[in-house]
Nanobody, 120 residues
Framework: QVQLVESGGGLVQAGGSLRLSCAAS????????MGWYRQPPGKQRELVAG???????NYADSVKGRFTISRDNPKKTVYLQMNSLKPDNTSVYSC??????????????WGHGTQVTVSS
């Protein structure tokens, strides 16, 4: 069973920084894409940042230049460095891995989320 656990969320003032982490555990065989999503209150889940197996990043336009996604493959972990935070970044952030739990099975795995709150 593959499980993802996020950490690093919290309450910060506008202009501050947070670093989110998401680590996989369990019977994980390999990881392809990793990503961070958010779900602001009353809205659908949206992609914030993604990173390919080769390390190529992509970002939502609203966070370009402020957020940085990275991955540590031996640790099976993805990070999101969040700088210059704004109140509209407030959301629950969830990580997503497209991964194999065996050579024969590929799945879409989600963490339960970590709250980020940015005060004005």
């Amino acid at each position: 069973q593959v499980q993802l656990v996020e950490s690093g969320g919290g309450l910060v003032q506008a202009g501050g920084s947070l670093r989110l982490s998401c680590a996989a555990s369990g019977s994980i065989f390999s990881i392809d894409d990793m990503g961070w999503y958010r779900q602001p209150p009353g809205k659908q889940r949206e992609l914030v940042a993604g990173i390919t197996s080769g390390g190529g990043p992509n970002y939502a336009d609203s966070v370009k230049g402020r957020f940085t996604i990275s991955r540590d493959n031996p640790k099976k972990t993805v990070y999101l460095q969040m700088n210059s935070l704004k109140p509209d970044n407030t959301s629950v952030y969830s990580c997503n891995f497209i991964a194999r739990s065996s050579y024969a099975y590929s799945g879409d795995y989600w963490g339960h989320g970590t709250q980020v709150t940015v005060s004005s």
